[in-house]
T-cell receptor, first 114, second 115 residues
Framework: AQKVTQAQTEISVVEKEDVTLDCVYE???????LFWYKQPPSGELVFLIR??????QNEISGRYSWNFQKSTSSFNFTITASQVVDSAVYFC???????????FGTGTRLTVIP | KAGVTQTPRYLIKTRGQQVTLSCSPI?????VSWYQQTPGQGLQFLFE???????NKGNFPGRFSGRQFSNSRSEMNVSTLELGDSALYLC??????????????FGPGTRLTVL
């Protein structure tokens, strides 16, 4: 069975601090896809990144970076120099090959204090 | 390109009633998935439609049903509403083809309140 764990329920940081959101997953599949989504107060889930199980290369996009480690089944997300606009709930999700549905973690609510 | 649209955005119903929610995917997308989001259960997959056929289904009772039209627009229906059906219902669209790179793009959701 697929399972995604986001142990951090809520995190508060002061603006300009760096923050890392943790994601640990479980799957028996060898091919799978990991995602991060952002959910601002408006409710819409905004796609941030997809990572394939066969590609462990880390990625940086502006202030965002992702660290994928198959050895520890983790796919962590770091925001550098956080801003108030980063305040949202962040979801990690897993999809296995052959299906389109996402298995979501419980989310981490990030609050950036000005 | 216009994003995923969902109507209505807010809905209030009473127990026992039924409700229909609508979702229009991104132009050219053929797959529409529905998710339920509640504080207690989080985000859970309801079902996926592709080319007017249900392709995948989550673990929800038969009161939850859906359909997809030839223009890829999808509707979700919940019959005999229960208090526990109060939730944010999110629709997601994707290309839906054989490619593994099918990011799902979400709409703003319909917030359903059952009284």
């Amino acid at each position: 069975a697929q399972k995604v764990t986001q142990a951090q329920t809520e995190i508060s940081v002061v603006e300009k601090e760096d923050v890392t959101l943790d994601c640990v997953y479980e799957t028996r599949d060898t091919t799978y896809y990991l995602f991060w989504y952002k959910q601002p107060p408006s409710g819409e889930l905004v796609f941030l990144i997809r990572r394939n199980s066969f590609d462990e290369q880390n990625e940086i996009s502006g202030r965002y970076s992702w660290n994928f480690q198959k050895s520890t089944s983790s796919f962590n997300f770091t925001i550098t120099a956080s801003q108030v606009v980063d305040s949202a709930v962040y979801f990690c999700a897993l999809r296995y090959a052959g299906a389109n549905n996402l298995f979501f973690g419980t989310g981490t609510r990030l609050t950036v204090i000005p | 390109k216009a994003g995923v649209t969902q109507t209505p955005r807010y809905l209030i119903k009473t127990r026992g009633q039924q409700v229909t929610l609508s979702c229009s995917p991104i132009s050219g997308h053929r797959s529409v998935s529905w998710y339920q989001q509640t504080p207690g259960q989080g985000l859970q997959f309801l079902f996926e439609y592709f080319s007017e056929t249900q392709r995948n289904k989550g673990n929800f009772p038969g009161r939850f049903s859906g359909r997809q039209f030839s223009n890829s627009r999808s509707e979700m229906n919940v019959s005999t509403l229960e208090l526990g059906d109060s939730a944010l219902y999110l629709c997601a669209s994707s290309g839906g083809g054989a490619s593994s790179y099918n990011e799902q793009f979400f709409g703003p959701g319909t917030r359903l309140t059952v009284l």
